[in-house]
């Protein structure tokens, strides 16, 4: 079992190949011929980090990494159970399917699997709401099922929340049921759901408090301007989801 402080290096050691990567496709301007080569290099730097950390391989720190989020959960203050998903149905229409059953739901865009609400879920946004400032305004960069909205409202530390979702169905469909859920759950809570890309909407939405990022693309560095002093941006990838 890894302890905190190796999971930690390892997530160091990820963040710096993900961001040397990014940077690789930024100077050459895209995609080019024999990038896989000049990536090796990146990729052998971050194995050896992992390495450092008594970590074999990059799947065995992903596979530590999902066991150390699950475990620190604090149970008491997750929502595991099938109430705190009333605010879901199973939905099948437009290319938008929702299931719900036991005690979780999915979420899959024309067939392909965008998210879960398992307990791994569950961990990854509760440790990132433990990092939002009080009276924070935040950014949600994916509305998904919406389970960050849940751990927002409960934490009671924002005092407005702009989720942007690049999918126009998805948005269309939850944000009549959401809205009515939270005003009649958490009252206090304010948010609002707009339709784009994130990365596009940010520049015109001003600055941020806390900035939450669940798109699948690792893409921090862009939204730094429009973070206040003392913010906090919490990029989901690569961790505690598997690598994309
Ligand atoms: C993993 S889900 C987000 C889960 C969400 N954090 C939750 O708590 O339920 C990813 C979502 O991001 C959306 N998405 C992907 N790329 C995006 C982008 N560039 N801008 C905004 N939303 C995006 C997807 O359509 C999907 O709904």
């Not at 530590?64 to 989020?69: G, I, Q």
């Not at 690049?166 to 009515?180: D, G, H, S, Y």
């Not at 948010?191 to 890309?197: A, H, K, N, Q, Y």
């Not at 989901?236 to 989801?241: C, E, H, Q, V």
Request: aromatic content about 12%.
């Amino acid at each position: 079992m890894a302890d905190k402080k190796k999971i930690l290096a390892g997530r160091k050691a990820v963040d710096a190949y993900r961001r040397d990567h990014a940077d690789l496709e930024r100077y050459a301007g895209g995609w080019y011929k024999g990038m896989s080569d000049d990536h090796t290099p990146l990729l052998d730097i971050m194995k050896a980090g992992l390495r450092k950390q008594g970590f074999e391989s990059i799947q065995e720190f992903f596979n530590a990494n999902r066991e150390y989020c699950a475990r620190v959960v604090d149970p008491a203050k997750v929502w595991v159970n099938r109430e705190d998903l009333s605010l879901l149905t199973t939905i099948d229409r437009e290319g938008i399917k929702i299931d719900v059953g036991g005690n979780h739901a999915s979420l899959y865009i024309d067939g392909i699997s965008e998210m879960d609400t398992r307990k791994i879920d569950h961990a990854s946004m509760f440790e990132s709401v433990q990092e939002c400032p009080n009276n924070a305004r935040a950014l949600v960069g994916g509305l998904g099922l919406g389970l960050i909205l849940l751990y927002l409202a409960s934490f009671e530390r924002t005092k407005e929340v702009v989720v942007v979702e690049v999918n126009k169905r998805l948005v269309n469909i939850l944000t009549e049921p959401f809205a009515t859920w939270f005003a009649s759950e958490y009252p206090e809570f304010k948010f609002t759901i707009i339709t784009g890309d994130v990365g596009e909407e940010v520049v015109k939405l001003g600055k941020f408090d806390w900035i939450f990022l669940d798109t699948n693309s690792p893409w921090k560095s862009h939204f730094i301007p429009y973070l206040n002093n003392g913010g906090n941006i919490i990029d989901l990838n690569p961790y505690p989801l598997e690598w994309k």
